[in-house]
């Protein structure tokens, strides 16, 4: 089942190319908004599943093209994204340790959305495409073997990252947690929807042109040592999101105008667009591409404020 949010937050099931409104089925849960109401169908899903489907077998809905999609989780607990948790394609000689980091839930922004980049030095913005992980029950101290019992399902990601900040050293908070770097949707496809999720493809669009494009058996830390490792950290929450990380290589610069689409397999296609007030511009080639060229896989910057001084 594809479960999100749409128009005023209202609470929909996904058939086909159309969308079934189901809100008045779990006005029963507590909450204060869509951002607690999803964490508590989630948590109550067993229970309110039959009523769903019957609901969707019945009505016909509205076409998802008439409506606006919202983010289907607008504010998770947390969101912990792993790093580094990819073999590049087998170019990697062994994985890299095992390591995550927590970015800011209010940067959520949902399909159709914006991706703003702000009046910062940063020498590259960048989106990273990935799978996302949504958690389904409480969870602590989870082992590997029992970590997909702890899985509600699957959304779309793109990590938004703004590179090169000063100081030099570990940036990852500013780097990370901007404001609309968090990209999420356009809705979950629950569990057994998905038979293998180390099997998906998942490919980025800029403008058209496909830049990233990766199988998820890719993973260095496969799902289980992920949810594993993060719930051994700290508990997890229904709603919570772990994006499972990147293959690097064809990440690239993203700018004012951009017009990303980031699909993965057998979950959904998230588009967003990008804004930059300062109208910067960057080198329009992926990591690997400068790689293979013999040059710094950054992007750099070609014009506009912060550009280094020719």
Not at 16 to 33: I, S, Y
Not at 186 to 212: F, H
Not at 216 to 232: G, L, N, Q, Y
Not at 272 to 287: A, Y
Request: proline letters at 7%; a neutral charge; one cysteine or more.
């Amino acid at each position: 089942m594809k479960i999100g949010f749409f128009n005023d937050f209202r609470l929909g099931v996904v058939k086909g190319d159309n969308v079934v409104d189901v809100t008045d089925l779990a006005t029963g849960l507590k909450h204060t908004g869509p951002h607690d109401l999803i964490n508590a169908v989630i948590e109550n899903f067993a229970h309110l599943r039959a009523a769903f489907e019957a609901r969707a077998a019945k009505e016909a809905g509205v076409p998802i093209a008439s409506v606006k999609i919202r983010p289907p989780l607008p504010r998770p607990v947390n969101l912990d994204c792993m790093a580094v948790n990819y073999m590049e394609d087998g170019t990697r000689k062994e994985p890299a340790p095992i390591n995550a980091f927590h970015k800011s839930p209010t940067g959520v922004i949902g399909d159709g959305d914006t991706m703003v980049l702000t009046d910062i030095p940063a020498t590259v913005f960048e989106g990273e495409a990935e799978i996302a992980l949504v958690i389904g029950k409480h969870a602590k101290n989870v082992p590997a073997a029992k970590a997909y019992d702890y899985i509600f399902g699957y959304t779309c990601f793109i990590d938004g990252s703004a590179r090169g900040l000063p100081p030099a050293g570990n940036t990852f908070y500013q780097m990370k947690s901007r404001d609309t770097f968090a990209p999420v949707g356009p809705w979950i496809v629950t569990a057994d929807e998905i038979k293998d999720p180390q099997n998906l493809q998942v490919r980025l669009w800029n403008n058209g042109a496909l830049r990233q494009n990766y199988n998820t058996s890719d993973m260095a830390h496969k799902i289980p040592r992920c949810v594993e490792f993060v719930s051994h950290i700290h508990p997890l929450v229904p709603g919570d999101l772990i994006p499972a990380g990147t293959n690097h290589r064809g990440l690239h610069a993203f700018q004012d105008g951009d017009k990303i689409e980031l699909e993965v397999e057998k979950v959904g296609k998230l588009r967003i667009d990008v804004r930059d007030e300062l109208k910067r511009t960057w080198s329009r080639e992926t990591r690997l591409e400068r790689q293979d060229k013999g040059l710094d896989p950054i992007a750099p910057q070609l014009t506009g404020k912060y550009a280094p001084a020719k």
